[in-house]
């Protein structure tokens, strides 16, 4: 009896040991030549030490067409369970480039939609590390259907638990559209992402591409905005993933964990009061607002290249994450276009989704100008601002710094578009327009008739400015709630945000809305 448990032991320990090496030692070489890591090595770098539990190592595809029969290996190109990062619970799957490209199969549909089922009842977030040559070619149609069975869990679990898709390696073909459909996409070391690769392109069109050039970090990271963050090695990115984690909630019922707060709540800091420009019209970086009114070294900008002219990212105050969202005078003015209007609604759309509160920083002249921007259906993208903010249930708080032109001022988290507080700085600038057209407009006749049209012009905007150009009227209607010092920024929205940390609020009951497109 004892023999034979030795024996059955002894063959558990045999299997387990060749799944772990995936493709085998040659392939596992070959992937450390290309200076990649594997999937397990990856999986330890994300999962506190000896906290991953496996689930399906020894699931293999049944396959023999095209000489599938000698290529089976234990766990089929994916590893996937459950392990700990800080100490929270998270679902994760890592693709094995050693075994067949990483290439997707029936097989590795089954065990990913295995593990988003128990991640999705019970309520923790995924992570998935993709390294994938796409769909398993020999396998034809069943590993085209195997998608579907993956992004329908995505979809069913957006917005209930956190999503985050590492790119590693090639993200080609069909293995796009999951992370496409997950919360954020972080690229790291040489991963790529395109749905019709260097080959294909060339022999449809004649364009000659590389995979980096096609789909590389800067293509995503500054022209699609596929990507939303991401780092030179591995390391780096899997390290992002965890810190990008850490300002989440495990799911939509839960609120993101409060971390210690080092940084005292009631922390002024007087360089905000000279950080707005004599010149109106000359930029500062508002970034450097945030960083001096937000917990020290708080700030993870989401997609920092793409739409620069708006600024997105997660912040601490106070312990407690806070999402941010800011118009960017050091950048195209701070205007908003159509790019900037897509970076923003959706990070709306997550704050929303996972209990964080928004704080918005609004200094925009306004929409963009021009028939580029029009064409391309500025007016389409540009909704979903407004659209987003509408429905967003969590915390608003705005702050206007400086320019609240026209579309910008409603757009930007304007007080009726369920803004729960609204602050300005004493160098906003709340108007339908600037001075110079609204006076082209208002008085054309009075201006050319008069004696010294330029005199009588600089005259009228002198008094348009007087009007407008403060915050006072906006603050008489009460469409400010209160005029602030720069410095005061901190503990006000500390306070605020400690008042709404426990808003209620709900919008009618239906199926969805429709959001524009
Ligand atoms: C089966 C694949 C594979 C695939 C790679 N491999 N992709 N096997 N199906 N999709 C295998 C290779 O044959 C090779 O096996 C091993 O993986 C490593 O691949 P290499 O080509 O040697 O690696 P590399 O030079 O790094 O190139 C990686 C790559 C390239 C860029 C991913 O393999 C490639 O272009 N693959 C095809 C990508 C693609 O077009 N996928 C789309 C499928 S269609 P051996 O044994 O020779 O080493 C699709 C549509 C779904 O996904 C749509 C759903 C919405």
Known sequence: MADQTHDHLQTLREMRSRAILGGGAKRIEQQHARGKFTARERLALLLDEGSFQEF?????????????DKQRFPGDGIVTGFGKISGRRVAVFAQDFTVLGGSFSEVQAQKISRIQDLALESGIPLIGLN?????????????????????????????????ISVILGPCAGGAVYSPALTDFIIMAGDGTMFLTGPDVIKAVTGEVVTAQTLGGADVHMSRSGVAHLAAETE?????????????????NNEDPPQIHPEDPPNRMDDA???????????????RDAIAAIFDHDSFLEIQPAFAA?????FVRLDGYSVGVVANQPAFMS?????????????????????NIPIVTFVDCPGF?????????????????????????????ISVVT???????YVAMSSKQMRTDLAFAWPTAQIAVMGAEPAVRVLYREEVSKSGDPAARASELVAAYREQFFNPYRAADLGQIDEVIEPRETRPRLARALEVLRTKVQQNPPKKHGLSPT
């Open 56 to 68: 399906g190592a020894l699931a293999t595809h049944q396959f023999s067409a095209f000489g599938l």
């Open 131 to 163: 390294d994938s040559g796409g769909a398993r070619i020999q396998e034809g149609v069943r590993s085209l259907a195997a998608y579907g069975e993956v992004f329908v869990r995505n979809v069913m679990a957006s917005g209930v638990i956190p999503q």
């Open 235 to 251: 390391v780096a990115g899997v390290a992002l993933s965890k810190l990008l984690l850490s300002y989440l909630p495990q799911n």
């Open 272 to 286: 905000l009061n000279t950080l707005i420009p004599d010149d109106e019209n000359q930029p500062y970086d508002i």
């Open 309 to 313: 002219n708006a600024v997105v990212g």
């Open 334 to 354: 701070g205007a908003l276009n159509i790019d900037a209007s897509d970076k923003i609604a959706r990070f709306i759309r997550i704050c929303d989704s996972f």
């Open 368 to 396: 963009l100008p021009g028939a580029d921007q029009e064409y391309g259906g500025v007016i389409r993208h540009g909704a979903k601002i407004i659209y987003a903010y509408c429905e967003a249930t969590v915390p608003k």
């Open 402 to 408: 400086r320019k609240a032109m026209g579309g910008a």
